[in-house]
């Protein structure tokens, strides 16, 4: 999403986008993994994909730390995450470890949601999403709190998808949704929550700190 900044006398945008180039690398740096599991599936089976995600996972956070000295809390998890199930599907050859994995981080990121309400000065939606609406929109502590259950129920209910698919579809099926369907249906929640943020009116109160 494009911040608005100085204008030139036509009206266009003459600031260098530089918050919106790196959100963009930052999204592509976090589907990289992702693509690597989809492609090596299709070239190597589920083991063979299960290793190279375990190091795409690993180099993703390198290339983190490398970047900004430090690695996101969500990446980080998912990355113990991969690799704690990695292992156990590598060495009991089972699948069923990785299939539990988008599942787990799910529930995890639902339940530090809903611990969010209590624990700390703001949501954990509002410190994630306020900072990419700072400046453009108010919102309220009421509806923080509302869009933060909604995002908490959001995600427990994508950790339930992912495991009816797991086990009632097959291996292939369940390898296109973790990769394809989850994506897709985060990033249509998340757009339609930042769609709907946008368009609130102006002056609505601003939330505090």
């Not at 639902?110 to 309400?117: P, T």
Request: with cysteine; glycine share 8%; proline share 4%.
């Amino acid at each position: 999403m494009r911040l608005p900044g100085p204008s030139n006398q036509l009206g266009y945008d003459t600031r260098p986008d530089f918050s919106g180039r790196f959100r963009a690398l930052q999204s592509i740096l976090e589907l990289a993994p992702l693509i690597a599991f989809f492609v090596a599936y299709y070239l190597g089976g589920i083991y063979v994909a299960t290793g190279v995600l375990m190091a795409a996972m690993v180099l993703m956070v390198l290339v983190d730390y490398a970047r900004t000295r430090k690695v996101p809390a969500m990446h980080g998890v998912s990355t113990v995450l991969v690799l704690l199930f990695g292992t156990a599907t590598l060495l009991l050859h089972d699948q069923r470890f990785i299939q539990w994995k988008p599942t787990v981080f799910f529930w995890l990121l639902s339940a530090a949601l809903l611990g969010s309400m209590w624990i700390g000065k703001q949501p954990l939606v509002q410190r994630l999403v306020g900072k990419v609406l700072e400046g453009q929109v108010q919102v309220t502590d009421a509806t923080w709190r509302k869009l933060n259950l909604m995002w908490c129920a959001f995600y427990a209910a994508l950790g339930v998808a992912n495991l009816l698919v797991a086990f009632n579809a097959s291996e292939a099926t369940w390898v296109k949704f973790k990769v394809i369907g989850l994506t897709a249906l985060v990033f249509a929640f998340t757009a339609a929550q930042l769609f709907w943020l946008m368009r609130r009116p102006a002056g609505e109160p601003s939330a505090q700190a």
